[in-house]
Each structure stands twice: as structure tokens, then as C-alpha cells.
């Protein structure tokens, strides 16, 4: 997990790490809004799938279906969310694909669910 301020540039990461490992790799964000910051931000246009981009849910639904090809890796735009059953339901999906987080907030809102975190993570 990458834990850095909003603002440093944590997406243009991930694409450049999503380039290096190739078309068997997705970047996983819970929010469409913040994929489409991400793709405005790597000047790609259409469709987010057609760029391995998706929300957890999104992703999970077409790997149900088999209308796409499992992920070999993952990377995790703001990873603090997860512990949420969706990102679980991916983990299992893509048979614990090796996996990079990363967020503005390394931590979850109790102190439960930042031990759960930082379980899964590290510090």
C-alpha cells in the first residue's frame, strides 16, 4: 500500500504502474467519477473497461458473467475502502490476484476496522 496527501499525483501512478504490468492488470476505484479524473488525467477517452478501469462492483458483475478476462493483477484506488464485501467478493474472483493500494487515508473509521486494515495492508 502507497499512503500519500490528495494531490501528489497517487493516480498517475497507478496508470504508469497499470502500463508496466500490462493488459491482465485493473484499477479498481469506488467511485466513477474518480476514474474518470484518472482517465482525464492519462488523456484517454470511451469507455473506462475499455481501459481495465472500473468500480469494484462494475468489475465484479463482468467477471460474474465472464464477459471479461480475469484480472492477473489489481491495483486499488483508495485501498481504505477494502475491507468492504464487494472488494472481498474480487479478491475471491480473481483468485487473490497480487494486489497495490493506494490512499489519502490509511485508516478505516473504527479502531476495528483500521486493525482490519492495516492487517491486510501493513503500516
Not at 30 to 39: D, L, S
Not at 61 to 73: A, W
Request: net charge negative; glycine share 8%.
Amino acid at each position: 500500500m502507497y499512503a500519500a496527501p490528495t494531490g501528489v499525483g497517487k493516480s498517475i501512478v497507478e496508470r504508469l504502474v497499470q502500463e508496466r504490468l500490462g493488459a491482465t492488470c485493473w484499477i479498481v476505484s469506488p467511485r466513477e467519477e474518480i476514474i474518470t479524473g484518472i482517465m482525464d488525467k492519462a488523456e484517454l477517452t470511451g469507455d473506462p473497461m475499455n481501459h481495465n478501469m472500473a468500480t469494484p462492483i462494475m468489475l465484479r458483475n463482468r467477471l460474474l458473467t465472464g464477459s471479461v478476462q480475469h484480472p492477473k493483477y489489481l491495483v486499488i484506488d483508495e485501498s481504505h475502502h477494502h475491507n468492504a464485501e464487494t472488494y472481498q467478493q474480487l479478491d475471491l474472483l480473481t483468485g487473490l490476484a497480487p494486489a497495490v493500494g493506494y490512499t489519502a487515508t490509511p485508516y478505516r473509521g473504527t479502531p476495528r476496522g483500521t486493525k482490519e486494515f492495516l492487517d491486510r495492508w501493513g503500516e
